[in-house]
């Protein structure tokens, strides 16, 4: 019987609850930087999401605002302030949880600038989380993203399940992890939270094997009990258990 199985025995769910999210370990998307994007909207926002993922299993979060220069014009020096503030209260708080922040780029123009500059907030082994458009597919993202690899840096992509231009040709997938790009899912997507296509997609890209990293993609607290939905999902605990999740290494 695997842990994962031993975890989820019908007759031990304060068990399951306490232990689900362990087994992922590391959270590498959220938004939990106060008043910086979308995400946290004070100190106090992200203390209380911070508390309830630590709480949830996780041991380490990665948090990624964005960085999207006609709407979120965030700088490395801008989300390392805003890391050592909240690094700070945690410290202060007595909550013990690794705590690192990188970004979630949008392919633009800005984003392939940075990349010429090499100012770019990186976690893991050289690691690059990234996003597209959610409405039409940009010409430029495989320029961007062979100028990453060029320089050193391994692509992840964002929320892949959410391109509803790709969920006709099943192929675009696959072709992105092809060309050496890892694809990163939304916990809350397996919900249904955002549209049961978006759900379906998200399945099968697992069912496929071309998921490599889980993220909660957390903005507020809605987002919490999404993932309490999620912790004894079926779907989940194959993911889990098909060993190809690589959250634990970063």
């Known amino acids: 019987?695997?842990?994962?199985?031993?975890?989820?025995?019908?007759?031990?769910?304060?068990?399951?609850?306490?232990?689900?999210?362990?087994?992922?370990?590391?959270?590498?998307?959220?938004?939990?930087?106060?008043?910086?994007?979308?995400?946290?909207?004070?100190?106090?926002?992200?203390?209380?999401?911070?508390?309830?993922?630590?709480?949830?299993?996780?041991?380490?979060?990665i948090t990624t605002p964005h960085i999207f220069w006609d709407m979120y014009p965030n700088t490395s020096q801008i989300i390392r302030e805003k890391e050592a503030f909240v690094k700070q209260e945690l410290k202060q708080r007595g909550l013990e949880i690794a705590?690192?922040?990188a970004a979630e780029y949008y392919i633009d123009a800005h984003f392939e600038s940075l990349i010429e500059?090499?100012?770019?907030?990186?976690?893991?082994?050289?690691?690059?989380?990234?996003?597209?458009?959610?409405?039409e597919e940009q010409v430029n993202h495989r320029r961007a993203v062979f100028n990453l690899q060029v320089a050193g840096y391994k692509p992840i992509l964002a929320h892949p399940e959410r391109y509803e231009y790709w969920h006709n040709n099943f192929s675009k997938y696959e072709d992105v992890v092809d060309r050496g790009v890892s694809l990163q899912v939304n916990t809350n997507c397996?919900?249904?939270?955002?549209?049961?296509?978006?759900?379906?997609?998200?399945?099968?890209?697992?069912?496929?094997?071309?998921?490599?990293?889980?993220?909660?993609d957390c903005h507020h607290l809605g987002h919490i009990g999404l993932l309490n939905q999620m912790r004894q999902s079926p779907i989940l605990k194959k993911l889990i258990e098909s060993g190809r999740l690589l959250n634990h290494t970063l």
């Open 190 to 216: 397996l919900t249904g939270h955002y549209g049961p296509r978006v759900r379906s997609i998200a399945e099968r890209l697992i069912e496929a094997d071309l998921v490599d990293f889980i993220g909660t």
């Open 99 to 101: 705590f690192q922040a």
């Open 1 to 61: 019987m695997s842990l994962f199985s031993k975890i989820f025995k019908k007759n031990e769910p304060a068990l399951a609850e306490q232990f689900q999210f362990t087994l992922i370990g590391t959270d590498m998307h959220s938004h939990l930087l106060p008043g910086i994007d979308d995400g946290a909207v004070d100190i106090e926002n992200s203390i209380e999401l911070i508390t309830h993922l630590h709480e949830m299993g996780y041991q380490k979060l």
């Open 117 to 135: 500059q090499e100012d770019l907030l990186t976690f893991g082994d050289r690691h690059i989380l990234f996003e597209l458009s959610f409405d």
